[in-house]
Nanobody
Framework: QVQLVESGGGLAQAGGSLRLSCAAS????????MGWFRQAPGKEREFVVA????????YYADSVKGRFTISRDNAKNTVYLQMNSLKPEDTAVYYC??????????????????WGQGTQVTVSS
């Protein structure tokens, strides 16, 4: 089992920044590919970005390319999402997720084994 806890959400103005963290406990964090997803009210949960066990970034959603940056610190069992140039359409609950099943279908929810509880990000215009 892996437990994931997100933090760092909150309210930001358009053009501002927030940094999300996802702390993992349980099994070896460095063995897992990590991903971030988000879910806006009334919408499906959507993929944002994924990162390999060693820190290589696999994919960014087109909507966040050039604005969001994922990173991880395996010594701290934490993955981060730096969000810059925020837009109102970035408003959502953000979830981190972990998978030990490799690199298949990482843009889909079903590829991930563990999920955090989510953290709310609200961007005002």
């Amino acid at each position: 089992q892996v437990q994931l806890v997100e933090s760092g959400g909150g309210l930001a103005q358009a053009g501002g920044s927030l940094r999300l963290s996802c702390a993992a406990s349980g099994r070896t964090f460095s063995a897992y590919v990590m991903g971030w997803f988000r879910q806006a009210p009334g919408k499906e949960r959507e993929f944002v970005v994924a990162i390999t066990q060693s820190g290589g970034v696999l994919y960014y959603a087109d909507s966040v390319k050039g604005r969001f940056t994922i990173s991880r610190d395996n010594a701290k069992n934490t993955v981060y999402l730096q969000m810059n140039s925020l837009k109102p359409e970035d408003t959502a609950v953000y979830y981190c997720a972990a998978t030990g099943r490799g690199y298949m279908n990482l843009k889909t929810r079903g590829a991930y084994d563990y999920w955090g509880q989510g953290t709310q990000v609200t961007v005002s215009s």
